[in-house]
């Protein structure tokens, strides 16, 4: 590799030491860096149309993420018709994403010069709503497509199918809708299971149901899941929110539909560590 771009999370790195360091480190290697300005880096946070929000030069052969699992989730979500592949750095605290901590980066970015690293290939979901048969939204999420309520503290009900199947009618204070990457995320926190994140499936996870036998579900990753806002007490009307990767997001009413299926494109990760999946999550569940 010897064509970098370069996202910087300037909160994570207000005075760009890092940034510059890595700059600097990949020039004096004989390559070439591009450094991302902040409001086309803003413009990554939101869904596009655009080819190439970033405007990434085509022959980059990878971007590099500095930041923590949000900024990479962004990223992600601008970059994914590029198929290029992204290296994380984490400069936040616990990152399941961000491939590099900050004491390692030196290391990470000779075996970038090096060639010596594999690429994971990890699938993404794309969530749709309707609102009366007409399509309102639609974006993309590498992480999850998340359904929560929005203004007072009040249960929400969702009337949830399965290939046009119905599959339950649940009492709960949101939906969680997840890769195997974005497991390790909000669905883990909500209860749900961890997946390798390599592996190509759906969990379907409820938040704080009101009910003692309501679990996870892990559905195909071909299926189609459809998430209905119900009416609330006294057949009220009913406000919710739909987010993605915990960024994008949209007010929802009683009646609106959800429709999540697995998207078309993808995100390639670099992975440099000989260390498993297990062994890293291992190592940062004992840290907490």
Wanted: net charge negative; with cysteine; glycine share 10%.
């Amino acid at each position: 590799m010897k064509k970098f771009y370069i996202v910087t999370n300037r909160t994570k790195d207000p005075d760009m030491e890092t940034t510059n360091y890595i700059c600097e480190f990949i020039k004096e290697h004989g390559g070439e860096a591009v450094i991302v300005q902040e409001d086309v880096f803003k413009a990554a946070s939101k869904e596009s149309s655009e080819y190439n929000p970033l405007h990434i030069p085509e022959d980059t052969d990878c971007v590099l993420v500095l930041g923590g699992d949000g900024t990479l989730l962004q990223t992600a979500r601008g970059i994914r018709q590029l198929s290029i592949p992204l290296l994380g750095i984490n400069l936040g605290t616990l990152g399941y994403l961000a491939e590099v901590e900050k004491s390692g980066i030196t290391e990470a970015l000779v075996h970038l010069f090096e060639d010596d690293y594999q690429i994971e290939e990890r699938m993404m979901l794309v969530g749709t709503v309707f609102r009366e048969e007409e399509e309102i939204a639609t974006a993309h999420a590498l992480n999850d497509v998340v359904v929560n309520r929005f203004g007072p503290l009040m249960v929400l009900s969702f009337e949830v199918s399965v290939n046009g199947q119905k599959l339950n009618h649940y009492q709960a204070d949101g939906m969680i809708v997840s890769t195997p990457t974005g497991s390790t995320g909000y669905n883990l926190s909500a209860g749900g299971p961890i997946a390798l994140p390599g592996s190509t499936l759906m969990i379907l996870t409820p938040i704080c149901p009101h009910t003692l036998n309501t679990r996870s579900i892990v559905l195909a990753a071909d299926d189609t899941i459809e998430i209905r806002i119900g009416k609330g007490r006294n057949e009220g009307i009913q406000e919710a929110e739909i987010n993605f990767d915990g960024g994008l997001t949209r007010r929802l009413v009683t009646g609106d539909r959800i429709v999540v299926r697995r998207s078309g494109q993808t995100t390639k990760l670099i992975h440099l560590s000989k260390v498993s999946f297990l062994e890293t999550l291992h190592k940062k569940m004992s840290e907490n």
